[in-house]
């Protein structure tokens, strides 16, 4: 049986981060990141130990796409600032670039916007990629090629298509 209490303390900011820079808005975030550990204590899973927050974060994604896929939550998210829980830097260059970084993610679709997340801000591996988002590790290692390009492209001041 897992430590509910002790999964939660550990990995609930990395679970409501991902939601974030997911949906955009804190509280949609926090509501996912509530039912993540509800649904935790309710399926009570069988958990291969040091999996844990791969099994969450799993859980957590497919219920953004979930509220992602609804056209009001595309609507208002596209305008929110999505820079809450970036911590503030002392340099200001660095925190306007770090901005515009988070500003692209977030501008990338779905599929990209996840590996690119998982990647680089929850220092996962491809293959530990692949495991959360039961997709072949060649589609991951395909996705982070093409979300690289995407993000140079909106950086650049392209488009995510």
């Known amino acids: 049986m897992p430590d509910f209490e002790g999964l939660y303390e550990k990995y609930a900011t990395d679970v409501l981060r991902v939601c974030y820079f997911y949906l955009g808005d804190r509280q949609k975030a926090e509501d996912v990141c509530q039912d993540v550990f509800v649904r935790l204590i309710v399926n009570a899973p069988e958990l291969e130990e040091g999996r844990e927050k791969a099994w969450l974060l799993k859980v957590a994604l497919n219920r953004c796409r979930d509220l992602w896929r609804g056209s009001w939550t595309r609507r208002v998210v596209l ?53 959360i988002t039961g997709l072949p590790e060649g589609t991951i290692s395909s996705r982070l090629s093409r979300g690289r390009k995407k993000l140079e492209s909106i950086i650049q001041g392209g488009d995510a298509q």
């Open 79 to 131: 305008g929110s600032p999505v820079f809450e829980l970036i911590p503030a830097q002392d340099n200001t260059t660095n925190q306007d670039e770090e901005e515009a970084m988070m500003d692209a993610v977030h501008q990338l679709p779905a599929p990209f916007r996840e590996v690119i997340l998982l990647h680089y801000y929850q220092n996962f591996g491809i293959s530990e990629i692949a495991q």
